[in-house]
């Protein structure tokens, strides 16, 4: 009997470490896929900072994403997360985004989601890339009373849906006209993405 148990420790160890090695190999990886800034479960706290969210959702949403593949020289992504390839697919993205109900949208208390909810999230993702390293950016809110945005990080394997690594970083909102304001948040998200990665790297074992 302690044979059995000993040799089904040593098939769940090993299973454990092929995995450890696989998603640290796909991390470190020179080829990452952009999927985008998702807003389907975040919040903008700040009933008059946010006195339009339905004209925010059509209009300023997929301006958020376009300007990081139009302005690539300065939301560079390849840069801040040190890959030598990054593809963009946001249309996985711009479908969950297009879900936002506006009228349920602002609030005016502070707002977090569980961390837990993000692999359902990520496996509603049908982009058109379908392995290698994803990268999406995943807003739990725009916080106007705050004048801060925060966001999860959020790598996951695209074959398996299945989440690698995500931490939730803070951005100071700042610009003219509500476009620029809070895509300075998605800049220094990424900034500060830029000195984490070789922690991110230590964590997955990488």
Wanted: hydrophobic letters at 45%; charged letters at 25%.
């Amino acid at each position: 009997m302690k044979k059995i148990v000993l040799f089904a420790f040593c098939i769940l160890h090993s299973a454990f470490l092929i995995k450890a090695q696989s998603n640290a190999e796909l991390f470190n990886s020179a080829k990452m896929v952009w999927f985008g800034v998702d807003m389907s479960h975040s919040k903008l706290v700040g009933t008059e900072g946010f006195t339009d969210p339905y004209d925010i959702q059509k209009r300023y949403v997929p301006a958020w994403n376009n300007l990081v593949l139009s302005e690539s020289e300065k939301y560079d992504v390849r840069k801040f997360f040190k890959k030598g390839e990054v593809i963009n697919d946001i249309l996985a993205v711009e479908a969950v985004n297009e879900k936002i109900n506006p009228g349920e949208w602002v609030q005016s208390g502070s707002y977090t989601f569980d961390k837990s909810e993000i692999a359902g999230m990520v496996k509603k993702y049908k982009g058109t890339e379908k392995e290698g390293l994803g990268l999406v950016f995943i807003v739990e809110s725009f916080d106007k009373t705050k004048e801060m945005g925060f966001i999860y990080v959020t790598f996951f394997n695209i074959a398996t849906k299945e989440v690698i690594l995500t931490e939730k970083l803070s951005g100071k909102a700042g610009g003219f006209g509500v476009r620029n304001y809070w895509a300075s948040v998605i800049f220094k998200v990424m900034e500060a993405s830029e000195k984490k990665i070789a922690a991110w790297k230590k964590q997955i074992g990488g």
